[in-house]
């Protein structure tokens, strides 16, 4: 698959697990994002990378540990979560990170019991 | 920091007609608009977008307007059909703050037969 590939595309965890969700570019972009979308409610960009450092958090809980190994690949691991966690989480990338043109993936949606 | 309201937050329309979404915003600094269109189950995908420097901007079916003294810009569909049947998001924030990138609540655009 070509674009913006995210694994897995459902989860269901516990409030005690650990997991984590993967997200994989191959457009050649060198910036990444996470993004939370809950039902009703707006986007909310959670993280931003750029050639793989972190460009900004925005005020996102530490339960949630982003990880970027390289311009490709994006990691978001979870821990002790919270039923208010559960959301569809996307992943995007874009050739830099001035923010446009982003390109989305397809998500994970996420179930916090 | 920005805000971006969205209206309205439903619209159906007959196949032929025209649709129209607005968002406004709050922060004049803001310079770039996208505007991306998610259909159910589906990750979002950038439609259009316009530059503080251009008034309108036009890509077949679609436009989009800003009014920088307003600070509002809409979404027009002309000669709407079932395949825009989606959810249409817009967005607001200076290039190169991705950081503060700010979504609309988004708008689940309906065409009837």
């Known amino acids: 698959e070509t674009g913006v590939t995210q694994t897995p595309r459902h989860l269901v965890m516990g409030m005690t697990n650990k997991k984590s969700l993967k997200c994989e570019q191959h457009?050649?972009?060198?910036?990444m994002y996470w993004y939370k979308q809950s039902a009703k409610k707006p986007l909310e960009l959670m993280f931003v990378y750029s050639l793989e450092e972190r460009v900004e958090n925005n005020s996102v809980p530490s339960r949630f540990s982003p990880e970027c190994p390289n311009s490709s690949h994006l990691f978001l691991h979870l821990h002790t979560l919270q039923p208010e966690d559960s959301a569809l989480y996307l992943c995007a990338s874009s050739q830099d990170d001035s923010g446009r043109e982003q390109y989305f993936g397809p998500g994970t949606r996420l179930t916090v019991t | 920091g920005e805000n971006v309201e969205q209206h309205p937050s439903t619209l159906s329309v007959q196949e032929g007609d025209s649709a129209v979404i607005k968002c406004t915003y709050s922060d004049s600094a803001s310079n770039y608009f996208p505007w991306y269109k998610q259909e159910l189950g589906k990750r979002p995908q950038l439609i259009i977008d316009?530059?503080?420097?251009?008034g309108e901007k036009k890509d077949q079916r679609i436009a989009v307007t800003l009014n920088k003294t307003a600070k509002h810009f809409s979404l027009h569909i002309t000669e709407t059909q079932p395949e825009d049947s989606a959810v249409y998001f817009c967005a607001a924030f200076i290039t190169g703050t991705a950081s503060k990138l700010t979504f609309g609540t988004g708008t689940r655009l309906q065409v009837t037969l």
């Open positions: 457009l050649g972009h060198n910036a």
């Open positions: 316009i530059r503080s420097n251009v």
